[in-house]
């Protein structure tokens, strides 16, 4: 699903987010990315999304080399990756349902549909009452939770969440992490960058340290016992309308 | 939810959220229309004006004597050997006898002690109805006193000339008008679009984030200068058609209007000068989120 070969990435004049990295990541893996503040997370996830391009080495997602993906092709391949980003980029001025239904409108989902997804993903995180409220009047935890909803809304193929519980309580973080889990069990592909060791701790699926901008810890390729009876997009829609 | 709905939506939701400018912009687009239809409507009209007047539009020769077949057929030759004209008629003095009686009507009786061929004989050249005549008429007058035999050219020559400067400085009122329509229009919807577009950063970044195809994010921008140049247009010919009724009511018993027929535009024209306004308008928003949108 995922796939970086020698990926670096420096910032000018001369620093270095991203060192000569390389990572595989199977369909339907969760992988954590773990490392302190500065470490490359972020970036690596930037990367992933193509915010950024690297200065070297490659960049796959669903095969197809991000460097050299043609705009209409860029936009497709997004609309299949979720993104709870650690700055929530939500829309102060729109209410917490419009702000989730962007990322539906733009694949052109029913109204309808976008109402149901919305409404059972909001009290799947315990904000059903905020549905009207506007994006600015939520707490912090609130609006991570709502950033967290749009990644989740499009039944995507792989959902990358960067630090998605940092203004959490340990409840919350149980409640997104469990959601999480959902969509992984259904074939999602999830990249998670945390400081929050609470969250992988227990886990079994595979965590990779970075250290200024390079692999510390971890293995970069995936078990031979990932998950291969993962759901096909098409039967994720199904399932989830 | 399909292509155009979503759209749709966009659009005015985004019309809503930008209401202020955007009423600032139509107000402009109404303003510039309006002046242009005056003008052209003004236009239209003096030019119907014209061409009533323009068929009195002839020079008139007065000959010294009558003349045969053979000096008829040599003057037409003289005469088409300066320029091409619409007809050349030859009246005699026993018909130009007859006209004078006939324009006397009931007082033809003051006639009846003349001789019927005390008017001289006449050739009346009509010459094209096109302005280039105009530029002609005082050569070929002049042109025309060269002949063998002619005491007198006669042609409204000072009402012709004011006429036709009018109808110039109307056209060129028109041109300049429809000109500063067309940069006001694109001006003013470019730089609406661009104070949106500055405006909804964090949204058209979002929308680029999660995926949404160009034709998404650029066809509301379209949407939005289009619906300003179809709503601008139409208000801007509804104020003209209220103020074309006013005058029409104030000034019905002029005697300019009894004598001349003053109409608004008819309905294809009307059309036209919408499709134009929202064209104009679209293709500005379109070249604004060319030129500010990077997708």
Redesign the interface.
């Known amino acids: 699903m995922v796939d970086l070969v020698k990926v670096s990435k420096t910032y000018l004049p001369d620093i270095t987010a991203i060192s000569d990295v390389s990572l595989s990541v199977n369909k339907g893996e969760i992988l954590f990315l773990t490392g302190k503040s500065g470490a490359g997370k972020t970036t690596l996830l930037r990367l992933l ?1 193509r ?1 950024e391009k690297p200065t070297k080495g490659v960049v796959e997602v669903a095969g197809c080399d991000l460097s050299k993906l043609a ?2 092709k ?8 979720g ?1 709870a980003y650690q700055d929530f ?1 939500l ?1 102060e ?1 729109r209410t917490v349902a419009q702000n989730i239904a ?2 539906m ?7 309808s549909v ?1 109402k149901m997804r919305t409404k059972k993903l909001l009290k799947e995180l315990d904000l059903s009452s905020k549905y009207d409220t506007l994006a600015s009047e939520l707490s912090r935890g609130e609006q991570q939770r709502v950033t967290i909803a ?1 990644a989740l809304s ?1 039944n995507p193929d792989l959902i990358l969440a960067d630090e998605p519980t940092g203004n959490l309580d340990n409840e919350t973080t149980a409640m997104v992490m469990d959601l999480f889990k959902y969509y992984n069990r259904r074939g999602t592909t999830l990249l998670i960058a945390t400081h929050d060791e609470s969250i992988y701790r227990d886990s079994d699926h595979r965590v990779i340290e970075l250290k200024e901008g390079s692999i510390i810890n971890g293995n970069t390729f995936p078990d031979d016992t990932v998950n291969d009876t993962a759901f096909t997009p098409e039967e994720n829609d199904s399932a989830a309308e | 939810m399909n292509f155009l709905f979503a759209v749709f939506s966009q659009t005015f939701r985004n019309l809503l959220q930008t209401w202020s400018a955007q009423l600032l912009t139509l107000l402009t687009i109404t303003l510039s229309v309006l002046i242009f239809v005056f003008f052209y409507l003004i236009y239209t009209n003096v030019l119907h004006v014209g061409q009533q007047l323009d068929d009195d539009l002839r020079l008139i020769v007065y000959l010294d004597e009558e003349p045969s077949k053979e000096m008829q057929e040599e003057y037409r030759r003289k005469i088409l050997k300066f320029d091409r004209v619409d007809k050349i008629l030859f009246v005699s003095r026993s018909e130009a006898f007859q006209r004078f009686a006939d324009q006397l009507g009931e007082d033809r009786d003051i006639l009846s002690d003349m001789p019927d061929d005390f008017l001289p004989s006449s050739i009346e050249v009509y010459p094209f109805r096109t302005l280039d005549t105009l530029t002609k008429i005082k050569r070929f007058s002049d042109y025309l006193m060269t002949l063998p035999g002619v005491l007198k050219v006669q042609y409204g020559r000072e009402w012709v000339e004011r006429f036709y400067t009018f109808i110039n400085l109307l056209r060129l009122i028109v041109i300049l008008s429809g000109t500063l329509l067309i940069l006001t229009t694109t001006f003013m919807v470019a730089n609406t679009i661009r104070l949106t577009l500055l405006g909804r950063q964090e949204e058209l970044e979002l929308l680029r984030l999660v995926g949404a195809s160009t034709n998404y994010i650029r066809m509301p921008f379209f949407l939005e200068g289009a619906i300003q140049g179809m709503v601008g247009s139409t208000l801007g010919l509804g104020a003209l058609y209220l103020l074309y009724n006013w005058i029409k009511l104030h000034l019905a018993v002029s005697s300019l209007m009894l004598v001349f027929e003053f109409t608004f535009f008819p309905l294809p024209v009307v059309l036209i000068i919408i499709g134009i306004s929202t064209l104009l308008c679209g293709s500005g928003s379109f070249s604004s989120t060319r030129k500010f949108l990077q997708l």
């Open positions: 999304s915010i705009p209409g860029l936009q497709k391949l997004r609309r299949s990756i993104v980029k829309l001025d962007i990322a409108e733009v694949s052109y989902t029913r109204a976008m749009r499009g």
